[in-house]
């Protein structure tokens, strides 16, 4: 198994959407990622419930040069996951340890969000003529129920210490976990689909509350990055913040 960030995931037994290894295992309603075929580094994502309408929804992708063959052959299939949708975005800290959680967001993607802005008959006559996309073009600021914090905080401490077995020596500074909370039995749960080892793609973090409770005003990553490296150039420790 490759050691990427599902590996890791499962390392640090943090729940994810089950994979489901082949097409033909298809089921019910799975998300299919898929790399695009002029932008390689963002993926396009289609659904599909069962292995005929993954066929089908594949070729016509194909035919209109929105994927390639190659690109489908190492797709990643996973189930489907509902649930509100959070990026949380932490600092981890080797200088004390501590692992700082700046901000929560939330995406805004083309041309997704304004078909959901739509009542669901001029949904159903938009996509007469159109595909969805999920390209992020933009981010919210957002928060959580406070009570669901400790379940946050446990999934970022987990991948921490994972990082620091498997890649030494491990995270330094910024990572968000891209997660969906699913509800079942009144039971809320957090479910990661995506870890992103680098800065947020949000500079509206600072503007959530999270910043404040530890610093008693909002700091951006760009910022909280500057006080690491001042702090680790005082202690003389210069080396444990870089690579």
Same mark, same amino acid.
């Given at each position: 198994?490759?050691?990427?960030?599902?590996?890791? /995931?499962?390392?640090?037994?943090?729940?994810? &959407?089950?994979?489901? &290894?082949? *097409?033909?295992?298809?089921?019910?309603?799975?998300?299919?990622?898929?790399?695009?075929?002029?932008?390689?580094?963002?993926?396009?994502?289609?659904?599909?419930?069962?292995?005929?309408?993954?066929?089908?929804? +594949?070729?016509?992708?194909?035919?209109?040069?929105?994927? !390639?063959?190659?690109?489908?052959?190492?797709?990643?299939? %996973?189930?489907?996951?509902?649930?509100?949708?959070?990026?949380?975005?932490?600092?981890?800290?080797?200088?004390? =340890?501590?692992?700082?959680?700046?901000?929560?967001? !939330?995406?805004?993607?083309?041309?997704?969000?304004?078909?959901?802005?739509?009542?669901?008959?001029?949904?159903?006559?938009?996509?007469?003529?159109?595909?969805?996309?999920?390209?992020?073009?933009?981010?919210?600021?957002?928060?959580?129920?406070?009570?669901? /914090? %400790?379940?946050?905080?446990?999934?970022?401490?987990?991948?921490?210490?994972?990082?620091?077995?498997?890649?030494? *020596?491990?995270?330094?500074? *910024?990572?968000?976990?891209?997660?969906?909370?699913?509800?079942?039995?009144?039971?809320? %749960?957090?479910?990661?689909?995506?870890? +992103?080892?680098?800065? &947020? =793609?949000? *500079? =509206?973090?600072?503007? !959530?509350?999270?910043?404040?409770?530890?610093?008693?005003?909002?700091?951006?990553?760009?910022?909280?990055?500057?006080?690491?490296?001042?702090?680790?150039?005082?202690?003389?420790?210069?080396?444990?913040?870089?690579?």
């Amino acid at each position: 198994m490759d050691r990427n960030q599902y590996f890791l /995931l499962e390392e640090a037994r943090i729940d994810t &959407p089950r994979r489901i &290894p082949t *097409p033909d295992r298809i089921t019910k309603l799975c998300i299919v990622k898929v790399s695009e075929a002029k932008r390689t580094y963002e993926r396009a994502f289609f659904l599909a419930n069962s292995y005929e309408d993954y066929v089908q929804k +594949s070729q016509k992708l194909i035919g209109d040069g929105i994927i !390639t063959r190659t690109g489908l052959e190492s797709a990643r299939i %996973e189930q489907f996951v509902v649930g509100a949708q959070f990026n949380f975005n932490f600092f981890y800290s080797p200088l004390n =340890g501590e692992l700082e959680l700046l901000g929560i967001d !939330t995406r805004r993607q083309t041309n997704l969000d304004g078909l959901l802005h739509m009542t669901a008959d001029v949904q159903l006559e938009a996509l007469k003529s159109m595909r969805t996309s999920n390209i992020e073009i933009g981010h919210l600021a957002s928060t959580i129920r406070e009570s669901f /914090l %400790e379940e946050v905080f446990k999934a970022g401490e987990r991948m921490v210490e994972v990082c620091k077995h498997e890649y030494k *020596p491990g995270i330094i500074g *910024p990572f968000a976990l891209q997660c969906a909370i699913t509800e079942e039995d009144g039971e809320e %749960e957090l479910v990661v689909f995506d870890v +992103s080892f680098r800065m &947020p =793609g949000s *500079p =509206g973090t600072r503007f !959530t509350p999270y910043p404040s409770y530890l610093f008693r005003e909002n700091i951006s990553f760009g910022r909280r990055i500057a006080m690491e490296i001042k702090e680790a150039e005082k202690q003389k420790m210069m080396d444990a913040v870089t690579t």
